[in-house]
Nanobody, 121 residues
Framework: QVHLVESGGGTVQPGGSLTLSCTASGSIATVNTMRWHRQPPGKERELVASITVGLDTNYAGSVQGRFTISRDSSKNTVYLHMNNLKPEDTAVYYC???????????????WGQGTQVTVSG
């Protein structure tokens, strides 16, 4: 079936940079909008950024100007380039995507397992 796997998380000092990646694999017909979310400790999950098939992007106000989302459709991969990281960015980061499997008439949302990003001095 379809699954997403994130990678690239780790620990970085304030002001540092980190790039996350997420790759979709399996029996995929189409990959539509791809997204990054995050869940800080003790808080609700929130949308960070999204990117469409046509490469239109949207960002949460808290990350706009610091984060960049991109995708490589040939690899079914979405990236999140994070610059000038702040302690408030500490969270588990998840990717999601609207994907239609080859065995389905309709697309569904799929989620990765998450990767930890810690910003600490």
């Amino acid at each position: 079936q379809v699954h997403l796997v994130e990678s690239g998380g780790g620990t970085v000092q304030p002001g540092g940079s980190l790039t996350l990646s997420c790759t979709a694999s399996g029996s995929i017909a189409t990959v539509n909008t791809m997204r990054w979310h995050r869940q800080p400790p003790g808080k609700e999950r929130e949308l960070v950024a999204s990117i469409t098939v046509g490469l239109d992007t949207n960002y949460a106000g808290s990350v706009q100007g610091r984060f960049t989302i991109s995708r490589d459709s040939s690899k079914n991969t979405v990236y999140l380039h994070m610059n000038n990281l702040k302690p408030e960015d500490t969270a588990v980061y998840y990717c999601s995507a609207l994907i239609r499997p080859t065995t389905s008439w309709a697309p569904s949302d799929y989620w990765g397992q998450g990767t930890q990003v810690t910003v600490s001095g």
